[in-house]
């Protein structure tokens, strides 16, 4: 898989867009900001685009959808939980699970509620990536103080899903610069925390 980041607006929130080779298919991943990079970058690379795939329903990673769309007649796919919230037209409902298609390599949706209760990160295990929206960075986890945010779905989502992931995986969050989950693990100190609490309440 190639990967293209884009950083956009005060927040700096990163959007991608993943290929598997000029010509081919593409995704864009929570375009917050900047419509033109993206169209300006697919159109360069001869790119199909096949639809925006969102990690959650917050401003500063969808405010560039709209304007998307409309060039490409793509659909845009959000986890059912958010789609309220986001407040526009959604074309594919996500459920933890469903598999989407890159050219032949899968990109599989898994839930990771907390900091909304619809956030999704994008994994693929051929290439050994995830796209974690806000629900993990490199050294800190997504705010879960938002109204539809959860501190109990969020350690869930980490204890049980995300702590499960290898530690060959590079993360590419939602904010700030990506690495290994076996930096993970050595750096972010909320991840370790509820990973820690985790192991002794059960032992």
């Not at 989407?100 to 050994?128: A, M, N």
């Not at 806000?134 to 501190?151: A, K, M, P, Q, Y």
């Not at 060959?168 to 991840?191: A, L, Q, W």
């Amino acid at each position: 898989m190639k990967i293209k980041r884009f950083i956009g607006g005060v927040l700096e929130s990163n959007g991608y867009v993943i290929y598997r080779n000029e010509g081919g298919s593409c995704f864009i991943i929570d375009p917050g900001y900047k419509p033109k990079v993206f169209i300006d970058f697919i159109i360069e690379k001869g790119l199909t685009l096949k639809g925006i795939l969102l990690t959650h329903h917050h401003y500063d990673h969808v405010g560039a959808v709209e304007r998307i769309r409309e060039a490409f007649e793509c659909p845009v796919y959000m986890h059912r939980r958010d789609c309220d919230a986001y407040g526009k037209k959604v074309d594919v409902y996500m459920e933890d699970g469903d598999v989407i298609d890159l050219d032949g390599e899968e990109i599989r949706v898994v839930s990771t509620p907390g900091h909304t209760g619809g956030s999704v990160c994008f994994l693929s295990d051929k290439s050994k990536v995830a796209f974690t929206g806000d629900t993990l960075f490199n050294i800190d986890l997504g705010r879960t103080d938002f109204e539809d945010g959860s501190e109990e779905e969020m350690i869930d989502s980490i204890r049980n899903v995300v702590d499960k992931w290898g530690n060959d995986i590079t993360i590419y969050p939602g904010h700030s610069e990506g690495c290994t989950m076996k930096k993970v693990r050595e750096i972010n100190k909320e991840f370790i925390d509820i990973i820690r609490k985790g192991e002794r309440s059960e032992g």
